[in-house]
């Protein structure tokens, strides 16, 4: 099991940027598989990007292609959102998961989530 904490939210302008951290405890941090979902005010639960246990390989939801980079430091213990070219519908609470399975885009597929951090993009 990894208890998550994400930070790194907050107020940003449209076309700026932020870079969100999840911070791992645990002993199976650089084995999981790690993303991070979003959930705008009623709406689902939807994937962002997933970064492999090795960190080989990264997956972006199509709306963030191109904008979003997900990374990992496991000698931290940590993974990375950075966004770029922030749009007003990116705002959302942000989760970051993790799962001991393959990378997925589905949310059911992760075990352990962390409690979220609100990003607002607005002028």
């Known amino acids: 099991q990894v208890q998550l904490a994400e930070s790194g939210g907050g107020l940003v302008q449209p076309g700026g940027s932020l870079r969100l951290s999840c911070t791992a405890s645990?002993?199976?941090?650089?084995?999981?598989?790690m993303a991070w979902f979003r959930q705008a005010s009623g709406k689902e639960r939807e994937f962002v990007a997933a970064?492999?246990?090795?960190?080989?390989?990264?997956f972006y939801a199509p709306s963030v292609k191109g904008r979003f980079t997900i990374s990992r430091d496991d000698a931290k213990n940590t993974v990375y959102l950075q966004m770029n070219s922030l749009k007003p519908e990116d705002t959302a609470v942000y989760y970051c998961?993790?799962?001991?399975?393959?990378?997925?885009?589905?949310?059911?597929?992760?075990?352990?989530w962390g409690q979220g951090t609100q990003v607002t993009v607005s002028s």
């Open positions: 998961a993790a799962t001991l399975r393959r990378s997925s885009w589905s949310p059911e597929d992760y075990d352990d």
């Open positions: 645990g002993r199976t941090f650089s084995s999981s598989a």
């Open positions: 970064i492999t246990w090795s960190g080989d390989n990264q």
